[in-house]
Structure formats: structure tokens, C-alpha cells
């Protein structure tokens, strides 16, 4: 019999796979074309969508542009750093466009990021939209991999837009 896990939080499926890119429109293109990925339902993440936005434990403010789509049980996500402090923009600098972060579901995104924080993996950069939130843990030197705390709200806001249409 398998020993039981002594983890504070339990993953038991990645629910997101997100890549950080310098342009959305060509990189949604490019699966589309490539591999048939899409529809993509695109959002412009900032206030006042995304509200109590926080860059390394600090309040801040920022804006990125998302594309999502499914892949089978798995959203992939597209994200275009537009301004501000972001883990995105750092990762741009540091190591170019790539895999960003692995992401899965919660029921409650703050008491999760507040049961990582200490477990000794501090929060990157948060927020929250519409029922729903996002944390990521400070988890890369650990785990090999930023993972993102992901609360779904209810319902998605409609997106902006989607391509193709």
C-alpha cells in the first residue's frame, strides 16, 4: 500500500498549461494553423476586471492580454504581457517567450496561496476577477515549474473577443 502524501495541498490534475509570448495574434495563429488549436476566447486582463493585483507580495498594477482554448481536459493559455510589474515581463527578459506555468483548480485560490506561503513558497503575483482568482507560488527552484492556484468563478466573463470567429 502506497504511503500517504504528507501535502498541505493535493494536485491530482494539471488543469492549465500557459506559454508567455510577445505576440498573441500571431502565436493563436500559429496553433491554429499548426495544429487545428482553437477557438481562442481572448481577454485583456486589468482593473477593474482583475482587481487586488499584487507583484511579489505588493499591491500593484498591470495589464496582460490572455487566449484561451481546450485541449481535451486541458486549457492552454496565451499570454501577452502588456504593462506593469509582472512575472510575465520577467520571465520575457530572462529567458524569452516559453512554457510559463503549470495551473490547477481550487475552491478558494487565497487559502490556498496562504497554505503554500507557509509551506515556504511565497506568492509571485495574484488577483481577482469575478468570483474567481489566481496565485502563483514561488515553486520553480522546488518543483522545476511556477505553479498557478487557480480559482474558476462561477461563470467566465464573456470574452472580448474570439478567434476565429
Given at each position: 500500500?502506497?504511503?500517504?502524501?504528507?501535502?498541505?495541498?493535493?494536485?491530482?490534475?494539471i488543469?492549465?498549461?500557459?506559454?508567455?509570448?510577445?505576440?498573441?495574434?500571431?502565436?493563436?495563429?500559429?496553433?491554429?494553423?499548426?495544429?487545428?488549436?482553437?477557438p481562442?476566447?481572448?481577454?485583456t486582463?486589468?482593473a477593474?476586471?482583475?482587481?487586488?493585483m499584487?507583484?511579489?507580495?505588493?499591491?500593484?498594477?498591470?495589464?496582460?492580454?490572455?487566449?484561451?482554448?481546450?485541449?481535451?481536459?486541458?486549457?492552454?493559455?496565451l499570454?501577452?504581457?502588456?504593462?506593469?510589474?509582472?512575472?510575465?515581463?520577467?520571465?520575457?527578459?530572462?529567458?524569452?517567450?516559453?512554457?510559463h506555468h503549470?495551473g490547477?483548480?481550487?475552491?478558494n485560490m487565497?487559502?490556498?496561496?496562504?497554505?503554500m506561503?507557509k509551506?515556504?513558497?511565497?506568492?509571485?503575483?495574484?488577483?481577482?476577477?469575478?468570483?474567481g482568482?489566481?496565485?502563483y507560488?514561488?515553486?520553480?527552484?522546488?518543483l522545476?515549474?511556477?505553479?498557478?492556484?487557480?480559482?474558476?468563478?462561477?461563470?467566465?466573463?464573456?470574452?472580448?473577443?474570439?478567434?476565429?470567429?
Amino acid at each position: 500500500m502506497a504511503q500517504a502524501s504528507p501535502a498541505k495541498v493535493k494536485v491530482t490534475e494539471i488543469n492549465q498549461i500557459a506559454i508567455v509570448v510577445k505576440d498573441l495574434q500571431k502565436t493563436m495563429e500559429y496553433y491554429w494553423n499548426t495544429f487545428g488549436i482553437g477557438p481562442w476566447d481572448i481577454y485583456t486582463f486589468q482593473a477593474p476586471l482583475v482587481t487586488e493585483m499584487t507583484y511579489h507580495g505588493k499591491p500593484a498594477q498591470y495589464r496582460m492580454k490572455l487566449a484561451l482554448t481546450m485541449v481535451g481536459p486541458v486549457m492552454l493559455e496565451l499570454i501577452e504581457h502588456l504593462e506593469g510589474d509582472t512575472i510575465y515581463r520577467d520571465f520575457l527578459e530572462e529567458r524569452g517567450e516559453g512554457l510559463h506555468h503549470l495551473g490547477f483548480f481550487v475552491k478558494n485560490m487565497d487559502e490556498t496561496v496562504q497554505t503554500m506561503e507557509k509551506e515556504g513558497f511565497p506568492c509571485l503575483q495574484s488577483g481577482h476577477f469575478d468570483g474567481g482568482g489566481y496565485g502563483y507560488l514561488d515553486t520553480a527552484n522546488t518543483l522545476k515549474a511556477i505553479w498557478e492556484a487557480i480559482q474558476m468563478p462561477e461563470v467566465m466573463p464573456p470574452p472580448e473577443a474570439r478567434w476565429p470567429e
